[in-house]
């Protein structure tokens, strides 16, 4: 190899900001190197043995030949998953419907009802796919009747139920792998609350498209859903302060804390987290406004997402040890809790408390589990380190999920 093309610094230097954001002290200490030699390493100064490439994959969870290739190796994708009739229903691919629509009071227990099943049911994906396709059309068929008619309020109420379905949407889409499908219902969100002038739903629409932003890989879109959201904090100051506007507010200062971690302004989502969204969340206290969950709870489980990000894995779970979930309306963020806890126990290299959390996991919410990046990934780094002790039962996860 020529070692003046030899791109294994850049990639070394890549993997440990992205996978934990760890110092070169704390790499080179766990590798038995000086924090200097590894600094030249990254710099292209210097060639590290194969040896030492062993361990530096080994301590930063990657394979020795994502060191070595000339191009960045992008994350485990999320599999496609969603149903192929929602994505037709979504399209307007559906049977013509000519009959009366369904009245709004049944459309908004029909919905309301899937925002429960989505929140609250292990088998959401399944439940999901086998109610969504229906909803869709009849829903948007009542949509498309009423715009016409004479009664307005019938026609705001028509389009607000189509705000709250479109909103679950861009969650089953997004978790579903399908961004494409999940930005185009966050806009429908926003043109239905729009035209059902509803200040407080329009910036809960808001909230969606920043967490359809937060989901992209580009820099440039996760910024983005920072001020999407703050725009959108601004709006809701023009409308009368209720518990609902305040609980929105804190969810869209949520996707602002995200946009910042994301970022690696630790210290500005650390802020943010404590004078805005800590503040709101103790004057709404625990709820569930417009399927957003925001709350103290919410809150302390963010304070533990920016540890973990910061590759903090110790203070993550002195916060995490504060937290006590089992009371979220939401069984998602019980699950992106468990998974994060999980991650910190991962940077620690702490592999029997990664297996218990992962295997818990799969008890929670399996259908989500086989559909997490992060889950896969931590199941695969398993596999190549863990003790034999441990080993048949890291073996039986993956074949489960279909990872061997």
């Known amino acids: 190899m020529n070692p003046a093309r030899l791109p294994v610094g850049r990639q070394i230097k890549h993997y440990r900001q992205k996978n934990g954001n760890r110092s070169a002290s704390v790499i080179a200490g766990l590798c038995g190197i000086s924090e200097r030699y590894l600094q030249m390493i990254e710099a292209g100064k210097k060639v590290p043995s194969a040896d030492v490439l062993s361990r530096l994959a080994a301590e930063l969870g990657v394979p020795i030949a994502a060191l070595l290739s000339d191009e960045l190796i992008d994350e485990t994708p999320v599999p496609l998953t969603a149903a192929p009739a929602v ?11 000519s009959a009366a629509p369904m009245n709004t009071s049944q459309l908004r227990e029909r919905v309301e009802q899937a925002w429960c099943t989505w929140q609250s049911s292990k088998d959401r994906f399944t439940e999901a796919a086998g109610v969504l396709p229906e909803l869709i059309g009849d829903v948007e068929h009542a949509v498309r009747v009423h715009r016409r008619g004479n009664d307005q309020e019938v026609r705001r109420e028509v389009l607000r139920v189509a705000a709250d379905l479109y909103g679950l949407l861009r969650s089953y889409c997004r978790r579903a792998g399908r961004l494409d499908l999940s930005l185009v219902v966050a806009d429908r969100a926003i043109r239905a609350a729009e035209d059902a002038d509803d200040p407080v739903r329009i910036a809960a629409a808001q909230w969606n498209l920043g967490h359809v932003l937060l989901s992209h890989s580009d820099p440039g879109a996760v910024e983005e859903a920072k001020e999407v959201a703050l725009l959108a904090v601004e709006q809701l100051r023009h409308v009368p ?66 540890e973990m990000l910061a590759g903090e894995a110790a203070e993550g779970l002195r916060v995490a040890d504060q937290i006590d979930t089992t009371q979220l309306p939401s069984r998602e963020r019980r699950f992106t809790f468990g998974l994060e806890l999980a991650r910190c126990h991962d940077l620690r290299r702490e592999d029997a408390a990664v297996l218990v ?42 074949e489960r999920f279909q990872l061997i």
């Not at 200062?253 to 004078?275: D, Y």
């Open 87 to 97: 994505a037709r229903a979504l399209m307007g691919y559906g049977p013509p419907r």
């Open 241 to 306: 302060e209720t518990v609902e506007t305040k609980a929105v507010e804190g969810a869209l200062e949520l996707v602002a804390v995200v946009s910042e971690a994301r970022c690696r302004n630790w210290w500005e989502a650390r802020e943010r987290l404590e004078k805005r969204a800590v503040p709101l969340a103790r004057q709404v206290g625990e709820g569930n406004v417009l399927w957003t969950v925001f709350g103290p709870t919410n809150v302390d489980m963010h304070a533990m997402s920016i």
């Open 357 to 398: 959390h992962l295997l818990n996991l799969e008890e929670i919410a399996p259908e989500d589990l086989a559909r997490s990046p992060l889950a896969r990934d931590m199941i695969l780094d398993l596999q190549n380190r863990v003790r034999p002790t441990f080993r048949r039962q890291v073996t039986d996860l993956a």
